[in-house]
C-alpha cells in the first residue's frame, strides 16, 4: 500500500501523528479499469491482476476464482501465491523439503522457490532456512552474483530432551541468507537415517521463512505426521520478497516512474522505488500523483492556529519513520526526543491563561 491515514495524539503541547498502514486512496489504488483487489489482498499498481494492468511482466498477477475456495492472489500465470503486498515487500507462501525414513527406505521431497523469471524480486534478508529434525543437516548453496554457501544441523537424542519455542539445534536450526538472492539449492541430509531417533522422528524437514513468525514446537513438531506438519507450514508461514522498480535503473537514469510529488529513491542492490512526499498521500506510480494528505486535518484547530505546516510535517516525518519495519531505520527514543524538543524550541509555544481569583 502507499498511503496512511494519519491521527493524533497530544504530548506536552506537541500534536504527534499516528499513522496506520493501510490506504485511503481508493480512487488511485490500480490502474483504471483494473481489479484492486483478490479475496483479501490489496493490489496496488505497479502490481497488476489482467492485461496491461502492471507497469510490466515482472509485476503481473493472477487471481484464481476457479475453485469453490477464496480467490487467491499469485504471481504470474500462478506458481507462487501471495499474501500481503507492501510497498517495498511482498509476501508469499513457503515451500518444505522434507526427508522421511520408514522400514523399506525414504521418502524424500525437493521444494525450492525460484524467482529468476520475476526480474523485480529478490528474497529479503528477514528470511531464515529453517531445519526440523533430530539428525538433519541442510545445506545453502547459491550461484547469482556471487557464490554464497551456508547451512545448519538439528540434532538431539531424545524427545524429551528437545526444548518448546527455541530453535538453537537441538532439533531445530536457523540460519540466515543474505539479501537479493533469486535462487538457491537447500541440499536437505541425514546423518544416521534416523535409525537412532526413528521411534519418535521419522522425517527431517527444511524451508525458508519469515524471522520471528515460527514457533518452533518441540517433540510435537518432531513426531507429527508428515503430511500435517508439511500443510500446516505451507498454509501458515510466509517468505519476504522485497520488490523494485528496473532492477538495472537507478534514480539517476534518464527516465524514472515517479509521478507529481513523490520522490524516488535508489535501493541497494539496484533497482528505485517511488514514496509520496511528506504530507502527502496516494499511488506515486499513477497519474496524477500523490495528492496533498490529512495531515493537517488531524490535529486540534487551536494547535494548527499557532503551529506552521512544516512543523506539523516534521511531526509527521518522524511518526513515519518510527513505524519503519526494520528496525535499521527506526530511530531511537532518544533521537525522537531530540527531534521534538528542536521542534518545540523553534517555536514560541502558546500558553492559555486562566483568570483565578481569590477569596478572603
Request: with cysteine.
Amino acid at each position: 500500500m502507499f498511503t496512511m491515514v494519519v491521527d493524533s495524539a497530544t504530548t506536552n503541547n506537541i500534536a504527534i501523528p499516528v499513522l496506520y498502514p493501510f490506504g485511503v486512496a481508493t480512487n488511485n489504488i490500480a490502474k483504471p479499469g483494473c481489479p484492486t483487489q483478490c479475496g483479501n489482498v490489496t493490489v496496488p499498481y505497479p502490481f497488476g491482476i489482467g492485461i496491461d494492468c502492471s507497469i510490466d511482466p515482472s509485476f503481473n498477477l493472477t487471481c484464481n476464482t476457479s475453485s469453490n475456495e477464496p480467490p487467491k492472489l499469485f504471481m504470474g500465470t500462478g506458481y507462487i501465491q501471495i499474501y500481503n503486498i507492501s510497498n517495498s515487500e511482498v509476501r508469499i507462501a513457503t515451500k518444505v523439503s522434507y526427508n522421511c525414513f520408514n522400514q523399506p527406505g525414504s521418502i524424500r521431497r525437493f521444494a525450492l522457490i525460484n524467482l529468476r523469471r520475476y526480474k523485480a524480486f529478490t528474497f529479503s534478508a528477514k528470511n531464515k532456512f529453517t531445519v526440523i529434525g533430530c539428525d538433519d543437516y541442510a545445506l545453502i548453496m547459491v550461484r547469482d552474483d556471487a557464490y554464497f554457501s551456508g547451512g545448519c544441523f538439528g540434532l538431539c537424542g531424545k524427545g524429551y530432551d528437545v526444548p518448546n519455542g527455541e530453535c538453537f539445534g537441538i532439533g531445530c536450526c536457523q540460519t540466515s541468507i543474505p539479501k537479493g538472492l533469486s535462487y538457491y539449492n537447500a541440499t536437505l541430509g541425514t546423518i544416521n537415517n534416523h535409525l537412532d531417533v526413528w521411534s519418535f522422528n521419522k522425517c527431517g524437514y527444511g524451508f525458508l521463512v519469515e524471522e520471528g513468525s515460527f514457533e518452533f514446537g518441540g517433540a510435537i513438531d518432531l513426531s507429527t505426521e508428515r503430511s500435517d506438519f508439511v500443510n500446516r507450514i505451507e498454509s501458515t508461514m510466509h517468505v519476504v520478497l522485497d520488490w523494485v522498480i528496473a532492477p538495472n535503473e537507478s534514480c539517476g537514469g534518464e527516465v524514472n516512474l515517479c509521478k507529481r510529488n513523490s520522490l524516488c529513491y535508489d535501493v541497494e542492490g539496484g533497482g528505485y522505488r517511488c514514496k509520496c512526499h511528506i504530507g502527502y498521500e496516494g499511488n506515486p506510480y499513477l497519474d496524477p500523483g500523490c495528492q496533498e494528505g490529512r495531515v493537517m486535518s488531524t490535529f486540534d484547530a487551536l494547535v494548527v492556529k499557532e503551529g506552521s505546516r512544516d512543523e506539523f510535517l516534521a511531526l509527521a516525518n518522524i511518526a513515519m519513520r518510527c513505524l519503519n519495519l526494520s528496525g535499521k531505520y527506526r530511530p531511537t527514543m532518544k533521537e525522537v526526543a531530540v527531534e521534538l524538543e528542536s521542534i518545540r524550541i523553534s517555536h514560541v509555544p502558546f500558553v492559555v491563561q486562566t483568570n483565578t481569583r481569590s477569596i478572603m
